[in-house]
Antibody
């Protein structure tokens, strides 16, 4: 079955950096677009970043552009999110999620369990 | 960015009730709309996509309708396991955007 497992969360000071990972199994990882979506404590869902199946095309929310970098290693079946210049408002659970199909217009059919990033001094 | 507005933000209901949640997009998104259910401490779960297509394994008491800018999620006969927060999301363009959520409470 499809499984997405995030890791790499933790507590970091404002201005700090972190790399989140999402290990995928149960599907042909290299065929699907992947996303990061976050949820601040007690708040709603916010889409963060997208990367195409071949890793060439990507897109970011304005709130993270220039600070976060999405990447993937299809050989290792792993998605990454490098986060830099962290702010208190980046505190959230970060979920990875996969596109359901192969088109440009896809919903998220599987989500990981989430990794908590806490930005605090 | 396309703004997604859900109403109500919360609602109180009882098991067996019929419940409808509304989602409005700030521009035409055709039927590129999904609905998710989220329970506390859990990841969201896809319920409906393409505005009205039920995801595999989702009970038939869930249904979706709409196109363009106005969409509905209906739960025909609320069960205890349906008490959760529901989000709409557009995938017409980037950035992908979600509604603010509707909490369905007892």
């Amino acid at each position: 079955q499809v499984l997405l497992v995030e890791s790499g969360g933790g507590v970091v000071q404002p201005g700090g950096s972190l790399r989140l990972s999402c290990a995928a199994s149960g599907f042909t990882f290299s065929s699907y677009g992947m996303h990061w979506i976050r949820q601040a404590p007690g708040r709603g869902l916010e889409w963060v970043a997208f990367i195409a199946s071949n890793g060439i095309k990507n897109d970011y929310a304005d709130s993270v552009k220039g600070r976060f970098t999405i990447s993937r290693d299809n050989a290792r079946r792993t998605l990454y999110l490098q986060v830099k210049s962290l702010r208190v408002e980046d505190t959230a659970v970060y979920y990875c999620a996969k596109d359901q199909g192969l088109s440009e217009y896809e919903q998220f059919d599987y989500w990981g369990q989430g990794a908590l990033v806490t930005v605090s001094s | 960015a396309i703004r997604m507005t859900q109403s109500p933000s919360s609602l109180s209901a009882s098991t067996g009730d019929r419940v409808t949640i509304t989602c409005r997009a700030s521009q035409d998104i055709s039927t590129y709309l999904a609905w998710y259910q989220q329970k506390p401490g859990k990841a969201p779960k896809l319920l409906i996509y393409a505005a009205s297509t039920l995801q595999s394994g989702v009970p038939s008491r869930f249904s979706g309708s709409g196109s363009g800018t106005d969409f509905d999620l209906t739960i025909s006969c609320l069960q205890s396991e349906d008490f959760a927060t529901y989000y709409c999301q557009q995938y017409y363009n980037y950035p992908r955007t979600f509604g603010q959520g509707t909490k369905v409470e007892i």
